[in-house]
């Protein structure tokens, strides 16, 4: 996640015209999801939900993926807060909720709906929500066409769950936390949407201790316009890696580079994406692992961990962005990204271009946050919240 990578894929922009994948498996639909929601793909900040007066953790296992956000949740609780757990995993995170919902896993949009039919039937809508959401008469349509019963035979729960569900979302503000796991099922823009949707008629958009929060604009504290002009000629799509470079013929896919991925083992349908590593004439995976990717490779260039790395690195559950410093030597033999990148460069003409050592491109990448007194001598002592970041987002509604 080293913001040095783009300069790698700003590399082959300039060697080019290379094929690419786009679209992204991880956390795509929600991000999706969002922009189609909100326009914008952000969160409150986290320390927001000390002015929660409850918390959804939705799809979250925070013991597991989110450890930083155990000690807030947990001063959260002891100045009189109320953490909820909505999954269909009974995870190592229910052990200290106040109250535990397990769904049909893929039922989550039915949750969202039924506790929004329970809110407009008992005077939880945000009298303004005609104000800033469209079309408001629609979704309540859409909570009104099943009963409370009727949502909750949906999702395998019971209906007075449900209901503790809705009485909880109402004793706000409320803030949702919204996991990864539950938008990489069948639907999951639309179960995102879904929790979007109820964020905003309940009134918990644009104010302190409330939102839907997925996930953050990692890298939009950054300078990264050396990369404005990539508009590779042909791209595939990361779900269909696989088959999408097997079936490439105009012209085929001759040579695959794959760095910062693991696509055999992230991707789905394994055997299409190895087969199609595997069949090229020349396949360079790029890694510190042997991992299953590397074994479909012709050649595997080992590379450093952040240990080793001079890079910076964008916010990843929070707002805040740092700086990669060595504290390892590599070991011999071993290089970074970039130096890989520039020895390839020597080879192809572009030694000009990527000659700069780390720190010039770190320099380029800060232009955006100079202004704000933030450069690579602020990162010394320590993180740095990214200026942009709203504490609240949509604050103005």
Known sequence: LGMMKHVGDYFFQRFGPVTVKSGDVCAGAGEAAQRHDFGVFDSNDRLDISNSRTIFLWGKNVAVSSVHLIPLLKEAQRRGARVVLIDPVHQQTARWCDLFVQPRAGTDAAVAVGIARWLFGHGGIDPRANQYCEPLEAYRELAFSETLDGWAEITDVAP??????????ADGPSAILIGWGLQRRRYGATTVRAIDALAAVAGNLGIAGGGASFYFARSAAFDLSFRSTMNAPRKIPEPLLGPGI??????PIRMVWVSAA?????????NSVAQALASRELTVVVDSFLTDTARCADIVLPTTTMLEEDDLVGAYGHHWLAELRPVVPPAAGVKTDYEIIQLLAKRVGLADEFSAPPAVWKDRMLRRVTDQGIDREAFHAGAVRNPFASEVLFADR
Request: overall charge negative; aromatic content about 4%; hydrophobic content about 50%.
């Open 246 to 251: 097997l079936e490439a013929d105009d012209p």
């Open 262 to 270: 693991n696509p055999v083992a992230m991707l789905p349908d394994s």
């Open 160 to 169: 007075e769950a449900i209901e503790a569900l809705a009485e909880a979302y």
